[in-house]
């Protein structure tokens, strides 16, 4: 089974800094779009970063410069290295893995079976003044 965990979620003053890790499990020889979205309290879920196979990233304007996401395809783990943290960075962090487009009919029967990505519980990031 394809399985998405996150963890490093923590408190942290603001100006401070946070690494969050995502371990990918599952369908081994597929590749993958790994993304990072939160949630602030009371508040919908946002896109926050992602990371394609190559290693290409796309940011939101809110992070950018102070967020960097990164992969290490040989352990199945992203990360989001979190700097300068405000308290409007206080949210539950989701991580989210959609397989790609493949020629693969196994690569593909996974991506078709979760149209939407697999996501991960989340960890939680609180940021205080």
């Known amino acids: 089974q394809v399985q998405v965990v996150e963890s490093g979620g923590d408190s942290v003053q603001a100006g401070g800094s946070l690494r969050l890790s995502c371990a990918a499990s599952g369908y081994p020889g597929c590749r993958d779009v790994m993304s990072w979205y939160r949630q602030p309290p009371e508040k919908g879920r946002l896109f926050v970063a992602e990371i394609d196979p190559d290693g290409r990233t796309k940011y939101t304007e809110d992070v950018e410069g102070r967020f960097t996401i990164s992969r290490d395809n040989a352990k199945n783990t992203t990360y989001l290295q979190m700097t300068s943290l405000k308290p409007e960075d206080t949210a539950m962090y989701y991580c989210?893995?959609?397989?790609?487009?493949?020629?693969?009919?196994?690569?593909?029967?996974?991506?078709?079976?979760?149209?939407?990505?697999?996501w991960g519980q989340g960890t939680q990031v609180t940021v205080s003044s």
């Open positions: 989210k893995r959609d397989l790609s487009q493949s020629t693969n009919p196994w690569c593909e029967s996974f991506r078709s079976a979760r149209p939407l990505g697999y």
